[in-house]
């Protein structure tokens, strides 16, 4: 039998060394629905609920492991579906290549069933690399380049390929005119700046007194030289959500998160620096950085269309952050400012004292940074966690611990909801021998986890570590946006918009031969935590949180607080969002951690 269209996209992928494909069929890809079956599925299909699913999926793969996530979907509303995933793919710089079908090129321009333009639909979400496949000399090319480039760029590619071109016989390009030939693989590489260039950033970072550095996921490579660097600078080091997991929270120095979801250390450490580093970070949010003119500042970061954002550096550094980083250590000399490296220690010494205190405030019926709190002492070597968008991500950034080996990740820019489910699957093909762990919202499980559950029931059995733990934070709010409403614009909780419905997470997980516990009493959040964390297939942990517990902004004062609930007239939640409020703020006021927290009392004793 000739080797169709359809078999030389999957034949080259396996040469690639893809091993899934996340995806949903249809029958603008019954082509390569009929190739996988002739190829014994490899790569192996692997069948989400929905196209943004398998998107998420190939996105989680992708963060998790490092290698391109590949995801495919049929002509129109399919190829359509993909792209809420597909944009978080392009705004967190992860390699992503997309496969699509599309009608016949017969009936393209004739207003045909499912006919869409997908090159001009995908035209920014892939636009780095968007090719038709026409004719089947294109390929190997065009799937070759469009691997090649989401890795080079760390982005979204796409190759359409219409139904009728998937059957033909594959052809490979000739030695002729206006053919194009194509080659295999990509060495890896790691530029570094000019020595010049290396020996200024070493002069403004050892004239300053007090340096912060910020890393982001582009210092994963780079763990010890980030350590120590900082050590010879004294410096504090903080963490954009999406390099949380490059460092380890236990270290004294390190401040952990920064921005809304942020820490108090990492909000005082930009306030009072005179000098900024930062190393493989795109954080956008200017107001979390030190103001303009106080702090001389340094940017390394190996995308040159990167540089140069947010702060005004006087120098960036377009380079491969560890390599960039040993170029430069030999020319950092040791701070003997070591005053400023204390303050750091002890300003983080304090703020985690503050999050077990706050864990240990009485809430309605269980507070949520309590669930989130109390998994730091059992979360194992090896695992993957994936927070979802909402108040979810606020514990995940403030009272989530990672130690070496660890790794985590959320929607970080796009912070789309619905993709913590997901992505923890995408992980587990990625890593399936190590344990995974989901923080998810309600709002989100409604959204997109409870149909991913199936998923996980389909494929769970293949993996060599069964644990998937989906913990679910159901308060019957959507939280997050209730709390924007709140501090944003003054508005009161606006339930038909807010309020969700309650839903037996936890039943259905069981309905599908998974385990769940619904958990609705503090005492028995520890317990559940190690349940699920030993059973022998993936678990749901439907906790019952307040709402009314504030996810406070850092920077935020008790008086601002107040100030903020004296405006909320009206608002359905009021009284236990006011109390709560005080109750969590309180703890940072409070001398000493042999305070263990403020007991809130019932509606009529408070």
């Not at 020595?195 to 550095?213: M, S």
């Not at 923080?439 to 998923?455: K, R, Y």
């Not at 516990?517 to 030993?534: F, Y």
């Not at 009314?548 to 405006?567: C, F, K, M, R, Y």
Request: charged fraction near 20%; aromatic fraction near 8%.
């Amino acid at each position: 039998m000739a080797t169709k269209v359809s078999d030389h996209i999957l034949e080259r992928l396996r040469v690639w060394e893809v091993e899934h494909v996340f995806a949903y069929p249809g029958d603008g890809i019954n082509g390569l629905l009929a190739a996988w079956g002739r190829a014994d599925n490899r790569p192996e299909f692997v069948q989400a609920r929905h196209e943004e699913m398998a998107a998420f999926e190939a996105v989680g793969y992708a963060k998790f492991s490092g290698r391109v996530g590949v995801c495919a979907a049929t002509s129109g509303p399919g190829a359509i579906h993909l792209l809420n995933g597909l944009y978080d793919a392009k705004l967190d710089h992860v390699p992503v290549v997309a496969i699509v079908g599309q009608t016949n090129r017969s009936a393209m321009g004739g207003s045909y069933q499912q006919e869409v333009d997908l090159l001009s639909l995908y035209k920014d979400v892939a636009s780095d690399f968007c090719e038709m496949v026409t004719v089947p000399e294109q390929l190997p090319n065009v799937l070759d380049r469009a691997i090649r480039t989401a890795y080079a760029r760390r982005s979204v590619t796409a190759v359409i390929v219409p139904a009728d071109v998937q059957e033909l016989d594959y052809s490979a390009p000739e030695h002729a005119f206006k053919m194009v030939p194509s080659s295999l693989g990509l060495s890896s590489y790691a530029p570094v700046p000019a020595p010049d260039d290396i020996e200024r950033a070493a002069r403004l970072l050892n004239e300053g007194e007090k340096v912060a550095v910020l890393i982001g996921q582009g210092a994963r490579g780079a763990r010890q030289e980030v350590m120590e660097i900082a050590d010879r600078l004294g410096a504090g080091v903080a963490k954009a959500l999406l390099g949380k997991d490059v460092l380890d929270d236990e270290l004294p120095y390190v401040t952990g998160s920064i921005g809304l979801l942020g820490t108090r250390p990492s909000y005082e450490l930009m306030r009072d620096c005179d000098t900024l580093l930062v190393i493989g970070s795109s954080f956008p949010y200017t107001q979390f950085l030190p103001e303009f003119g106080q702090a001389r500042a340094v940017q390394i970061d190996i995308d040159p269309h990167m540089v140069g954002l947010r702060y005004p550096f006087e120098i960036n550094l377009v380079g491969d952050s560890r390599a960039t980083l040993r170029a430069l250590l030999p020319h950092i000399e040791p701070n003997k400012n070591t005053g400023w490296r204390k303050k750091i220690e002890k300003n983080t010494a304090r703020w985690w004292e503050v999050m077990e205190r706050r864990a240990a405030v009485d809430a309605d019926p269980i507070n949520p940074e309590y669930v989130a709190h109390s998994l730091n002492g059992l979360l194992p070597d090896n695992v993957v966690l994936a927070a979802d968008s909402g108040s979810a991500a606020n514990w995940y950034a403030r009272h989530l611990r990672l130690r070496e080996g660890m790794r985590g990740s959320l929607s970080g820019t796009l912070a789309t909801m619905g993709s913590g489910v997901p992505y923890v699957i995408g992980a587990k093909f990625a890593h399936g021998d190590r344990p995974a762990i989901a923080l998810v919202g309600d709002g989100a499980m409604q959204m997109n986890g409870l149909a991913e559950l199936i998923t996980i029931a389909k494929y769970w059995e293949q993996w060599a570590d069964p644990r998937l733990v989906v913990a679910v934070l159901n308060n019957h709010d959507l939280n997050q946006v209730t709390w924007e409403m709140r501090a944003m614009s003054g508005a009161p909780q606006f339930l038909p918009s807010q309020a969700l419905p309650d839903v037996a997470y936890a039943g259905f997980a069981r309905s599908l031969g998974l385990g769940g516990l619904r958990v609705a009493k503090p005492q028995d959040v520890q317990g559940a935590w190690e349940a699920a964390l030993a059973a022998d297939r993936p678990y749901v942990l439907d906790f019952r949180t307040d709402p009314a517990v504030p996810p406070i902004p850092p920077h935020a004062t008790l008086d601002q607080i107040e100030a903020a609930a004296s405006v909320l007239k009206g608002d359905s939640d009021r009284a236990a969002m006011v109390r709560q409020g005080f109750k969590a703020k309180v703890q940072e006021m409070l001398p000493g951690s042999h305070h263990r927290g403020v007991k809130g009392g019932t509606e009529d004793g408070k």
